[in-house]
């Protein structure tokens, strides 16, 4: 075989669960997950119903299909 198999393959369909949740998991959830008493701002980013909300007036931390319209898009790039 030539190269090798990557998620990079235009076929490969994105999944919250095996993509994205472990990176909220494990640079978010601390702050922003289940834990009620370690939550920060009120921010819940381990459901969908938390991290697709809109948040203090806010747009959403994750808009669905809209990485333009991702309030963590906008958090992650910036310095």
Not at 2 to 26: F, H, M, T, V
Request: aromatic share 6%; proline share 4%; with cysteine.
């Amino acid at each position: 075989m030539g190269a090798s198999s990557s998620r990079a393959d235009d076929n490969a369909k994105i999944e919250y669960n095996r993509d994205i949740r472990p990176i909220l998991s494990q640079a978010c959830f601390r702050c922003h997950g289940f834990d009620e008493k370690t939550r920060e701002a009120g921010l819940r980013l381990d459901t969908r119903e938390g991290a697709t909300a809109k948040h203090d007036g806010q747009r959403a931390p994750i808009a669905p299909g809209d990485v333009a319209g991702s309030e963590i898009w906008t958090r992650i790039l910036s310095t």
